[in-house]
């Protein structure tokens, strides 16, 4: 009897491991209003913008875009740059029009790795929706983004646009889900019955952890037959067993964090040597070691190394790092003031992310300069990991995983983008990643073509428009815009940041957007202070 009662004990604690706790409530989007976004319109033209498709090819343009309803077109090419634009020819004019000169267009942004809540007191979901769509993000892959019923809930309301959001695709967790009861032990068979309950309820795909191999393959196969994708952040606590090589093998279509790829290509050892005194649930222990990987694998153009990367190819995976989310742990200061958190953190959000042995992330018990040595170091292995994949041939995607550890969600896409660049990957490349590839990792599984991704004829109109040249200098993107001296004024000024999203031809002015966010937090912060008190 106590034999049995131990073993569901530990069956209990694995399945939490494996699956997380469950998702905090988030308080779900108002419905739009009748001044948020405009359209989508019978005809819109967006006249005179410099093109950058999505598809890796260079900036053209003048070109005009001509969006009907929800999608786009026609594309045509209106001149050459620096040089009157042609007159005749020309699409007609439109019920919306854009001058779009000295402007640049791009697809909108793709992130495959969101939770709309991470902390305890989930911010509201307005509030997290308009940070994205103010960084050009239209679509996003919850993983998940919340409970499966809330998040199926506003899937519909968004593709429907019925609120300011982004296009959500549901990825869930195993054996989770309302309605769904866990028996005591987990079998194959119950694991392949978990994946036809969450398949006839409406997920998109599976977001696993590293399950023991018989669980793992029964889930995958499962949701292979049923259309569903896969993404797996490989824990600690089950990595032994599934690494990247093993789950890659299994079927798994995305390989997200970094989590099972250092494990596949251990030298010296088949499991990390942790300290004798590591303990797992300890989270600076758990992230600490983390970082102390980077010379304990085969280095970079080993036979190993390239063995790994020749099956990831083979097997059409794809790598989605978000490598911003642990940038603070190489970094700890320039996290910790970045120069949006006054104006656009949420209080809850920044109570958050302070040191805490209680809240996920929060590992900033005492983080040493010996720390970010380790992961300066580790990031670097990482990163030629990763370009190395793309140079050949392989799919690198955009994630970020925000509400964490000082990152917070929009501008945390941008500085993924900036951490891309710094791995080695032509601006070009990285939009690509953040557009078409995103696109590809969420239709493929599906056995359909993209709906969005590129800028063509045809396909939805979501669409990224900023006042500068995002292949010149990305932190343009970012909300806060880029520091230029204004040789005018001889003095600093701050320019850029997206000016329009189009999600579904519905258009969004960025800077409004961000507006929102700023009163929220600013309404927050006052709620926060006791009455009678500065």
Known sequence: MLVHLLCLVFCAVLLEAQTGPPPAPITPAPDRR??????????????GITMIDGAGAPPQGPVDIVVEGSRIKEVRSVGAPNAPLRERGRPAKGSREIDGAGMYVMPGFVDLHVHTGGAPKAPEAE?????????????????????????????????????????YFAYHRPFTGEGWKNPDVITPEVAREWVRWAAKKGIDGLKLGAHDPEIMAALLEEARRHGLGSTAHLNQSGVVRMTARDAVRLGLGTVTHFYGLFESLLKDSSIQQYPVSHNYS?????????GRLWDKIHPRGSKEWNALIAEFLERRAFLDPTLNIYAASRDLMRARTAEWHGKYTLPSLWKFYEPSRENHGSYWYYWTTEDEYHW????????SFLNDFKNRGGRVTTGTDCGFIYKLYGFCYVEEL??????????????????????????EPKGKPIEFGIIRPGLLADLVIVDRNPVE????????GAIRLNDETGKAERVGGVKYTIKDGIVYDAKKLLADVAAMVEKAKTASVPSGTE
């Open 34 to 47: 009748a001044e948020e976004g405009e359209g989508p319109f019978d005809r819109m033209v967006i006249r």
């Open 127 to 167: 509030y997290v929706h308009k940070l994205w769509l103010a960084h050009g993000v239209t679509t996003v892959r919850g993983v998940p983004a919340g409970g499966m019923d809330w998040t199926l809930k506003e899937r519909e309301r968004s593709a429907q646009n019925k609120i300011v959001a982004p296009r």
């Open 282 to 290: 300890d989270e600076q222990n758990r992230f600490g070691q983390v």
């Open 376 to 383: 300066k170091k580790f990031y670097q292995v990482w990163m």
């Open 418 to 443: 900036e951490l891309l660049r710094e791995a080695g990957f032509h601006p070009l490349e990285v939009i690509r990643s953040a557009t078409l590839y995103g696109a590809q990792a969420l239709h």
């Open 473 to 480: 200098n990305l932190k343009a993107l970012y909300g806060t």
